[in-house]
């Protein structure tokens, strides 16, 4: 059986814990102080995401000409799946924090996803999703978190602000009306979901498959909509 080779290993931005690459044969995983969180071989839940977004957008918004900010890039799927159904003067803002995960997503690690970023649509920023939350170059009319295992479960300390109730009512702010707020987590948390809906959102938690159709573990997306 193949074993799994480390390829490189970086210090967090708030430099509790590290970040590593490794390789099993064509497989490639990021973990986190050996805990993996996220992999070329499990996407689905990471494109439903996207196209929760964009079941919702197409009805308001059907030539795909839409802003889409994303937090973290990860593998790139969730930048993919939005890529597909943009439209041609569409945009799709990354925000990752961490300078290796672009780096590594520029070579065989982005193989997977098929190099999203290269995509003339698409911009990678180097910083903290939540400033181009705070201060949004314009409305968005979706945003979309992946940059935890949930309201809970945070990568970086600094990221329970993005689930606050402040935190809440800025990503409100930065939406156009009718835009969406969605967030990937790995559990249920049932306190967030009223947190969402206190901030004058309208909520739905959406199970998906780790595999998408293939089945796989269970996640959850919210999907909060600003009313129009």
């Known amino acids: 059986m193949l074993q799994w080779e480390f390829l490189e290993s970086v210090k967090m931005p708030d430099g509790k814990g590290s970040m590593e690459l490794m390789r099993r044969g064509k497989e490639m995983i990021i973990r986190i102080d050996d805990h993996e969180l996220m992999g070329t071989h499990v996407h689905g ?133 009718g835009g969406m707020l969605a967030v990937w987590s790995a559990h249920d948390d049932q306190s967030f979901t009223r947190r969402l809906e206190r901030g004058d959102f309208r909520v739905e938690l959406v199970p998906v498959r780790a595999r998408g159709s293939r089945g796989g573990n269970r996640h959850f997306i919210w999907t909060a909509i600003r009313p129009q």
Request: proline share 7%; glycine share 10%; net charge negative.
């Open 45 to 177: 839940s990471e494109e439903a995401l996207s196209d929760l977004a964009f079941d919702h957008l197409d009805v308001l918004h059907p030539e795909g000409n839409v802003a889409v900010l994303i937090g973290g890039l990860g593998v790139g799927f969730t930048a993919a799946a939005a890529l597909r159904r943009c439209g041609p003067a569409g945009r799709v803002v990354v925000a990752e924090l961490v300078e290796a995960i672009a780096r590594w997503n520029e070579g065989e690690l982005g193989d997977a996803s098929g190099h999203p970023m290269r995509d003339e649509r698409a911009e990678l920023v180097l910083t903290d999703v939540a400033e181009l939350i705070r201060n949004p170059p314009q409305p968005w009319h979706a945003i979309l978190l992946d940059v935890d295992n949930g309201p809970k479960s945070f990568t970086q300390l600094a990221n329970g602000w993005l689930y606050s109730p402040q935190g809440i009512r800025c990503a409100y702010e930065a939406l156009m009306p």
